[in-house]
């Protein structure tokens, strides 16, 4: 969004919500590829997130706190830390500014961490317990009331449309660049649509699991809670498997250059499944099914997309050096080309791991 914001300009919109004004120190905080995002900090010590929600991406701004609303109605637990919204003065959930800008606050979860990669079995085991611990809760929520806010976010048809078109519009120097990742998804996508599996159950589904979207306590090293609500919306769980799996069975980075750091960590994967069986039963046979399609589709679909913004002249992720969006892309796409040499283990320890589950 570009806009430089000064320590007084963040001062006076926090004077929008309901918090003691007092003298805070605002860090900028720069993991996420579409919001603005600080951490507030009082006396040294965190005290709260504030956002700004990218109104290009997300239309519907009251669409989107609304289903954040709902949704911690229900994401509250002894085992799953509550995300608490600061509610602004206008009592909305969020304070707008002249009709074009969308500011939101939150608590700051105290002692709290997120991280890229896993860096042990016990960390890829907790990411799954809470991944099955968030879709308990949200199982209690009707799936109706979920707004879509970005129409279509995972939906692999229109992904690849989007691609054709930007793929017909590009400069031919990015174009020319693209070639091995464009040939890539050309080679692959008719895999995917063999894999692809209809009339799967809708659920309330996070639609963004990937692990430094998980908040992990700092004294127990247990997965706390979802951060980052602004997709949930309607979904199939196996865009929550498959979105996660992509960031614990893989260790390298989103926009690694170096493929060979690149694997399928099948240690990790299997804590990840041990974790997520923790919650004992609730998938449907169908949605057992999927999750094969899933580890692939949710790395090749992020890499679509970031190759059709790359075509597209970085319009839709904020990149931080040239390249970016086609090293996201060839990385992703790599991992995504290794997870399908895996689909017959994958097959095999997902039934194993989570056979207690089916019915
Ligand atoms: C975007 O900004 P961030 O990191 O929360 C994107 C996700 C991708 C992610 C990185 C609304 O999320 O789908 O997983 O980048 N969110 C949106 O790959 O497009
Ligand atoms: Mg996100």
Avoid at 107 to 136: M, Q, V
Avoid at 142 to 152: A, G, N, R, S
Avoid at 156 to 173: C, D, G, H, T, Y
Wanted: aromatic share 12%.
């Amino acid at each position: 969004m570009g806009t430089v914001l000064t320590n007084k300009d963040l001062q006076e919109l926090l004077k929008n919500f309901s918090v003691d004004q007092d003298h805070y120190v605002f860090r900028r905080i720069d993991q996420g590829f579409i919001n603005d995002t600080f951490l507030v900090l009082k006396k040294g010590q965190p005290r709260y997130i504030l956002q700004r929600i990218n109104h290009e991406v997300f239309m519907d701004v009251a669409g989107v706190m609304g289903n954040m609303t709902k949704a911690l109605n229900y994401l509250n637990d002894e085992d799953y830390s509550l995300v608490v919204l600061i509610p602004a003065k206008t009592t909305n959930s969020y304070y707008e500014l002249n009709h074009e800008e969308f500011w939101r606050l939150m608590e700051y979860i105290p002692n709290s961490f997120a991280h890229d990669f896993a860096n042990n079995s016990k960390e890829a085991y907790e990411a799954g317990r809470i991944l099955g611990k968030f879709h308990l809760l949200m199982g209690n929520a009707p799936v109706d009331q979920f707004v879509d806010t970005i129409p279509k976010f995972h939906n692999l048809s229109f992904r690849w449309q989007q691609f054709q078109e930007a793929l017909k519009n590009a400069v031919s120097v990015r174009r020319n660049k693209a070639d091995t990742a464009i040939s890539f998804a050309e080679k692959i996508m008719p895999r995917l649509m063999e894999l692809s599996t209809h009339e799967m159950p809708l659920r309330p589904c996070h639609n963004d699991t990937k692990l430094n979207n998980i908040l992990f306590s700092k004294t127990t090293n247990k997965a706390l809670c979802f951060i980052d609500l602004d997709t949930l919306m309607k979904g199939h769980f196996y865009y929550d498997f498959g979105d996660l799996v992509r960031t614990i069975a893989n260790t390298a980075k989103e926009d690694e250059k170096e493929h060979h750091k690149i694997s399928f960590h099948r240690p990790l994967f299997e804590s990840f499944l041990d974790g997520l069986a923790s919650n004992g039963h609730f998938l449907t046979q169908d949605e057992l099914k999927s999750l094969l399609l899933g580890t692939v589709l949710m790395p090749f679909i992020h890499g679509l997309r970031a190759l059709t913004d790359y075509l597209n002249n970085d319009k839709y992720y904020t990149v931080s050096y040239a390249d970016q969006n086609l090293d996201r892309s060839l990385s992703l796409f790599d991992f995504s080309k290794k997870a399908l040499n895996e689909l017959s283990y994958i097959e095999e320890i997902v039934a194993k791991k989570l056979k207690h589950t089916q019915y």
